[in-house]
């Protein structure tokens, strides 16, 4: 006999439960495309205060559930919150994105302050504490974090980048220095995430936005390793709370990244061919993907004909329906509720 269904939908395509219809979230799903997000932000005025203040945070994080009632919510916050917790100098510019002041060092390493982190984090757990009160039953609350990697790209860099240079120079030239970071953040990153599940949330998701620019080994080394090491410990606290991994741009290797790290379902980008995913993905693991954000932006019958399709394709297995990416500030919220309402009614052929 089958366990029974946990009340959730994202959570049952997890963990392995059949589902009525395929569960939907939309990455960004909280933003600036949304007036009302745009509101609060304004009445906060900075970014890190919003993540920061727990009302507001929870306040945004539910705005897209009311509009458009996903099946899950995504704690609003940020990627660049450990580096913030972890004592680095960091601002969000307008117009030009985070800006921190860049570790390239050992001696910057060690100047973190690993034990700190959870006094400036406090603010996230309350939000969470928060929203997964305010939720309704079957809405699940998906806690999050960037991935080691990820992380260590914008620390090293000082910001956003296509090639991250610096970061990959120097983890190819002193592996051992530039380790010393990724091990800071394995291990905050762990205690960040069961703080998280402790306050409320149902499921986690590892944002590894960066992972495309490694090459075969140095995906191995610096992405699979450390995702595999925060799952696992995750999986001995809170064997029951899955762990979706974003290995945004791994191509071929997401399949390796699936089957090696623990994980319960796997994000893919845009570029990821659906029904390759179908064969080589959900053998091992839930599927969530791909739509184009682009898409959405566009609407009608461009959106509809691949939202379809990717329905098609990957509803047969375990499959989340979302985007291959964050929604764009551009996209009209009329688009999204479109295509909410198309999964929501969708049946396969
Ligand atoms: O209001 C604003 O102008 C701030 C824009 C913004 C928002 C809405 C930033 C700055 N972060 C966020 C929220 C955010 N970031 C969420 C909230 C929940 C949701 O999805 O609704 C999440 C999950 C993130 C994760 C995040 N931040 C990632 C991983 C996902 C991805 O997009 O690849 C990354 C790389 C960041 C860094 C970051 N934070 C903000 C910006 C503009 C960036 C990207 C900078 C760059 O392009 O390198």
């Not at 034990?115 to 939000?127: K, M, Q």
């Amino acid at each position: 006999m089958s366990k029974p269904s946990s009340g959730k939908r994202l959570i049952d395509a997890l963990t392995d439960h059949p589902v009525d219809r395929p569960p939907f979230w939309f990455m960004r799903q909280a933003g600036r495309y949304l007036p009302e997000y745009r509101k609060v932000r304004a009445q906060v005025g900075d970014f890190l205060e919003l993540c920061y203040t727990p009302s507001a945070a929870a306040e945004v994080t539910l705005q897209p559930i009311r509009r458009y009632g996903m099946d899950a919510a995504i704690l609003f916050a940020d990627i660049l919150l450990i580096p913030d917790a972890l004592g680095q100098k960091l601002e969000y510019r307008e117009g030009e994105g985070p800006v921190l002041e860049p570790i390239r060092t050992a001696a910057g390493i060690a100047a973190l302050k690993p034990d700190a982190i959870h006094e400036r984090l406090s603010p996230v757990y309350e939000t969470v504490d928060r929203v997964a009160g305010a939720l309704p039953d079957g809405t699940a609350l998906i806690g999050f974090a960037g991935s080691p990697w990820t992380v260590a790209s914008y620390m090293v860099e000082g910001h956003g980048s296509k090639e991250f240079q610096e970061t990959r120079l120097w983890a190819m030239r002193d592996p051992q220095a530039f380790g010393a970071l990724i091990d800071v953040l394995t291990e905050a990153t762990t205690e960040y995430l069961g703080r998280q599940i402790e306050a409320g949330a149902h499921a986690v998701q590892l944002f590894d936005s960066w992972s495309g620019v490694l090459s075969e080994d140095q995906f191995g080394r610096w992405c699979t390793g450390p995702t595999r090491t925060i799952v696992g410990r995750l999986k001995r606290r809170y064997p029951g709370v899955p762990v979706i991994g974003f290995p945004r741009g791994a191509g071929a290797k997401t399949a390796e990244y699936a089957a090696a790290t623990g994980i319960d379902g796997v994000a893919i980008d845009t570029s990821m061919p659906p029904r390759w995913a179908a064969r080589a993905l959900q053998t091992t693991v839930a599927v969530q993907g791909n739509l184009d954000p682009l898409a959405v932006v566009v609407g009608g019958r461009a959106m509809e004909d691949q939202a379809r399709d990717i329905l098609e394709s990957l509803s047969n297995g375990p499959f989340i329906f979302n985007l291959g990416h964050g929604i764009v500030p551009q996209t009209p919220p009329e688009h999204v509720a479109a295509l909410s309402d198309l999964i929501r009614n969708w049946q396969s052929s």
